[in-house]
């Protein structure tokens, strides 16, 4: 690291409440710098990130990972598959940083919210069916819908912790698929079933299991998926519930003080918040993913919590008022309150912290601990919306013709249908893109409705379409798409705010970031500013880093009072990868970072127009001093005028958008209503905030329109016909169900 950029490290260093030196003074004390790393295990692959202590990802390493799919609603994973994959991310991951896996000093995990099953004697995996003779298919993920009649079953019990998820259990949680274990494990020759063999875990808690040879739980994993209530909550005491478990027919959880589960906190269990330290690496945890025993695991979390993480802290390119009243107001992990973080893919999710528990129908949680004790995190989502966009293009008829004509331009998919509208909006005189689909009216919940509707049952829905089936019909459906998806993000938001939440911006991360349609679209429905991550594809991997760097200040306490040997060893003894070294992530065509993808947005667009078409201009990352918070050397091209997509008449001043936005912000109620703590008290959580707001780096904003522009006014009436289609959709199905009973009635007279 260059002078300058220690310098710099120092002035935004985080401090250890009870460990009193900076990043800085730990290089001095050590001679040599601190990495982290983190561990990303998503439906289809794996992935590891190297960090520094700048928020550098100095190397990042996927691989692909089986789904089993036996019949119809079953998705089976292996755990020992799983590990493998981490260690090899992990090892490679090492490789391409280049540096001495002994000066890794935390390492953080997050996965999906999938159920994993081992032998509680043994550890070794246990099938879970539907062919039980395949040991190694030991995880139920997160996708499988066997346990329809379970889950029914469990919320009619009405029990006091669904009052926690939602109101209702999802068929995705994990309590559903531990009563369907038990009712169709086999039994030995005794007669025994083989459910009275089993533990659970959640995969991120298994991850942080096999990386330590320890029981310890996460309260993200248990009160998120398993109907675990944090003690002193509603009365509970133990956090699991012995009459619940017996209500549901699960009993034998309850065994040995639910020892299946996890145990009593406090008692035969350990339950911790994110990032809290777990402990270090097991010697063979160390061999196995070339790192050492010095090196510390932090509390995992699930995969949209890591997004969480990685995302929310970052510093944003101008001034935002809500969040320069935080900072002037509050401090720690306060601060986080009212930051939306969406993390989109083929699904995408809304979360939000609370000081207090604000409950929001249709929305799961509140949740309380899983972030930071005593804080309450609530979890929205749209069931579908990268798959939307995917199902809208795939199943057009001229999809074939679009993957020729985006192929032959250079563009992707996407930036081709954006640069399509554009000129197509310039040939029929339209005032701007939005106003081409005025008279479609885009319903798109194909895959049913997770948030605010929590209605499964409902289904896509299109008013206006006609016989067209021409690339410019398949536009202007995709336009119609990107709508939708913005809209119901609005309806959420609502949701959330009339609830109680005060939302001062969205943090969005995946792929979707580089869509500027979606972009512009997402901030003028529901009048935020829209804020793009440092990492748009790695923020999950990246904040499970951030939890490792956590666990790393620990570590470094631990080692300087001589509680853990280290056992060193230098990067000429990793075991190398066993498999062909993957292209590094900054040249291949699917890297996962944005340090490509942004600078590439940069370049000018095929009709001649500036760079950053049709996404609004980013900043290189390859501009270190900016994408690091640094100040020196900082150029403001706040001002510059931006080519985009045409939302009613050209791109006006940056400054003056700006301008007209904090007047309004300003003038509206105060962001954190819940008395957060004032500037000097630490609470819990704080520690993990200091990492998140010194690594996260700048994020680009995308400022909403004013709302007298005319594309403002258009979206506010078509969301009155979104939430119309939505409304009339169920009363129709009822209406239907009506008649269907009467003629049941009639027809058994």
Request: glycine share 8%.
């Amino acid at each position: 690291m260059s002078k300058n950029n220690l310098k710099s490290s120092r002035s935004r260093s985080f401090t250890n409440p009870n460990f009193h030196l900076n990043i800085s003074e730990l290089h001095q004390n050590f001679a040599t710098p601190v990495y982290y790393v983190g561990v990303d295990v998503g439906s289809g692959s794996a992935r590891a990130a190297v960090v520094d202590q700048a928020g550098a990802i100095l190397g990042l390493a996927e691989k692909p990972i089986s789904k089993y799919t036996p019949k119809a609603d079953y998705v089976n994973q292996s755990s020992t598959e799983i590990w493998e994959a981490v260690s090899y991310c992990v090892k490679t991951a090492l490789t391409q940083s280049h540096i001495d896996p002994a000066l890794v000093m935390g390492i953080g995990f997050d996965a999906t919210c999938s159920l994993v099953v081992l032998d509680e004697e043994t550890d070794e995996p246990i099938a879970v069916g539907p062919d039980f003779t395949e040991s190694e298919q030991n995880i139920i993920m997160w996708m499988d819908h066997r346990a329809h009649e379970e889950t029914k079953a469990i919320n009619c019990t009405g029990d006091k912790c669904l009052k926690y998820v939602g109101g209702q259990m999802s068929i995705e949680m994990e309590l559903p698929k531990m009563k369907w274990l038990k009712h169709h494990l086999p039994r030995d020759d005794t007669g025994k079933s083989l459910f009275e063999r089993c533990k659970f875990y959640d995969l991120a808690d298994f991850l942080t299991h096999k990386a330590t040879n320890t029981e310890t739980r996460s309260y993200c994993s248990v009160t998120c998926k398993q109907g675990f209530v944090p003690q002193g909550v509603d009365g509970s005491v133990d956090g699991w519930s012995k009459e619940f478990l017996a209500q549901v027919e699960l009993p034998e959880l309850a065994a040995n003080d639910f020892q299946k589960l996890g145990g009593i906190p406090g008692k035969n269990g350990k339950y911790l918040s994110a990032g809290d330290s777990v402990g270090p690496l097991s010697a063979d945890a160390a061999e196995q993913l070339g790192l050492t025993t010095a090196c510390w695991v932090a509390s995992g979390v699930i995969d949209c919590y890591a997004g969480w993480v990685g995302t929310i802290a970052a510093k944003t390119e101008i001034p935002l008022p809500d969040l320069v009243e935080q900072d002037n107001n509050f401090s720690g992990i306060d601060k986080a309150c009212g930051r939306l973080a969406a993390v989109a893919g083929t699904s995408t999710c809304h979360c939000v912290m609370s000081k207090d528990p604000i409950f929001v129908h249709g929305v799961w949680g509140p949740y309380r601990d899983v972030m930071a004790k005593d804080y309450w995190l609530a979890e929205g989502g749209q069931s579908c919306t990268g798959a939307l966009l995917a199902h809208v293009l795939t199943t057009h008829p001229a999809y074939t013709e679009l993957g020729k004509a985006s192929e032959s331009s250079g563009l992707s998919r996407f930036d081709f249908l954006n640069n399509r509208l554009e000129n197509l909006r310039r040939s029929r005189k339209e005032r701007s893109v939005l106003a081409l689909g005025k008279d479609l009216f885009f319903y798109g919940d194909y895959h049913g409705n997770r948030s605010p509707l929590a209605d499964p049952d409902m289904k896509a829905s299109i008013i206006g379409q006609s016989m067209d089936t021409s690339l410019d019909s398949l536009a202007i459906e995709y336009l119609g798409a990107c709508e939708f998806i913005a809209q119901q993000t609005r309806q959420i938001v609502e949701k959330m705010e009339k609830s109680g939440h005060n939302i001062s911006c969205i943090f969005l991360s995946g792929g979707q970031c580089r869509n500027g349609l979606l972009m512009r679209l997402l901030a003028d429905c529901t009048g935020l500013p829209i804020i793009i991550p440092r990492y748009i594809e790695a923020s999950v991997v990246f904040g499970s880093a951030l939890l490792g760097a956590v666990a790393a200040d620990d570590a470094i306490l631990a080692q300087n009072k001589g509680k853990t040997g280290r056992t060193v060893r230098s990067s000429s003894n990793v075991s190398e990868p066993p498999h062909e070294m993957p292209p590094s992530p900054y040249t291949a065509p699917t890297a996962t970072a944005s340090m490509t993808s942004i600078s590439a947005m940069n370049a000018p667009n095929l009709s001649g127009a500036p760079g950053g078409f049709p996404f609004p201009l980013m900043t290189p990352i390859e501009d270190e001093s900016k994408q690091l918070g640094f100040e020196d050397g900082v150029e403001d091209n706040t001002s510059s005028d931006e080519e985009t997509l045409s939302f009613g008449t050209k791109s006006k001043n940056q400054a003056n958008v700006q301008t007209n936005f904090v007047q309004r912000r300003t003038s509206q109620k105060p962001l954190v209503s819940s008395k957060p703590s004032k500037l000097g008290e630490e609470r819990s959580g704080d520690r993990l905030w200091k990492v998140m707001e010194s690594l996260s780096g700048v994020g680009k904003v995308i400022l909403p329109s004013s709302p007298n522009e005319p594309d403002r006014k258009l979206l506010n009436t078509k969301y009155k016909v979104f939430l119309d289609q939505a409304e009339s959709q169920m009363r129709y199905r009822k209406l239907v169900a009506d008649t269907e009973e009467a003629i049941k009635a009639y027809m058994n007279i």
